[in-house]
């Protein structure tokens, strides 16, 4: 019984922060959609700060064991990669 506690702790935990990821990527995507240029400061105010915001989010659930590494790693590669798309093709425009 403990162990599938655990287990659906860190389900919700890693859903948490999927989801916070998800939220960055579409504030950026609207950003964009507003004419807010990728060189804006305050376009990369809102990101850096939305970025590290969730990578501490991150090394918070990975200290306390509700997210692997590896995992939380992934999650933040993945928006990063995402990020870098979006803003390519805005600049190829």
Request: with cysteine; charged share 30%.
């Amino acid at each position: 019984m403990a162990s599938e506690t655990r287990v659906n702790h860190q389900e919700k935990a890693y859903s948490l922060l999927k989801a916070d990821a998800d939220k960055i990527l579409r504030l950026i995507k609207v950003q964009m959609d507003n004419l807010t240029m990728p060189q804006c400061p305050l376009y990369e105010e809102v990101l850096d700060t939305q970025m590290f915001g969730l990578s501490r989010e991150i090394d918070f659930a990975v200290r306390l064991g509700l997210v692997d590494e590896i995992r939380g790693k992934e999650l933040l590669d993945s928006l990063e990669k995402e990020l870098s798309t979006l803003h390519d093709a805005f600049i190829k425009e």
